[in-house]
């Protein structure tokens, strides 16, 4: 089983449509949870941070489910900016000086 | 700005020849830095931890001869492929932690390297 598994689409959505990804990681004692979000031939930019009570930065919401190990981003109002692939990555030991476990990414194509 | 340089960004050499792929931090320190390989449609791999005056941690499967890791200063690591062949042919890319623990891992651009 993969560390961290995500669905890797496509999700083909139209502009201003409400996407949602999953993602379920293995390690029980992970400590720290981040979307990334990584263009075509480009290196990963990080999203946000995940947090157990949940956290929202403008259009993007993201959860924490700890007793299911499962991380979720919700997309509101897409953009086409937003075509991208977005990385689950868990941390195993907490903080951000430990290594990064990344899932395969899951495709977002928002077609106009 | 971008706070992780890495250089060069694209390579394209014989098979044979060795690579050298240089991180550096940019307005701050890096006591480890982190080295990561990904092929086409796939995730982000690490391959090993960079550790400054000491040896670099490989993650399973990473063959430490093959790719070399030195991190001689607080503020550069170069990972070195050794005798590229065809098949090392990825995207590799670097990241590096910030000390406070509250910021996220930088990355490089990343190297694309081709070897014919």
């Known amino acids: 089983r993969k560390e961290v598994e995500q669905d890797p689409g496509p999700f083909n959505v139209p502009e201003g449509a409400t996407v949602a990804f999953n993602c379920t990681y293995s390690n029980s004692a992970s400590q720290s949870f981040f979307w990334y979000r990584q263009d075509c031939r480009k290196e990963p930019k990080l999203l946000m941070s995940v947090y157990s009570s949940g956290n929202e930065d403008g259009r993007f919401t993201a959860q924490l489910n700890r007793a299911s190990q499962y991380i979720s981003l919700l997309i509101r109002d897409s953009k086409l900016s937003d075509s991208a692939t977005y990385l689950c990555v868990v941390s195993p030991y907490g903080g951000a000086t430990n290594k990064l476990i990344f899932g395969t990414g899951t495709l977002l194509a928002v077609q106009p | 700005g971008a706070v992780v340089s890495q250089h060069p960004s694209w390579v394209i050499c014989k098979s044979g020849t060795s690579v050298k792929i240089e991180c550096r931090s940019l307005d701050f320190q890096a006591t480890t830095m982190f080295w990561y390989r990904q092929f086409p449609k796939q995730s982000l791999m690490l391959m090993a931890t960079s550790n400054e005056g000491s040896k670099a941690t490989y993650e399973q499967g990473v063959e430490k001869d093959k790719f070399l890791i030195n991190h001689a200063s607080l503020t550069l690591s170069t990972l070195t492929v050794t005798s590229a062949h065809p098949e090392d042919s990825s995207f590799y890319i670097c990241?590096?932690?910030?000390?406070?623990?509250?910021?996220?891992?930088?990355f490089g651009d990343g190297t694309r390297l081709s070897i014919l």
């Open positions: 990241s590096a932690p910030q000390r406070a623990l509250d910021q996220p891992q930088h």
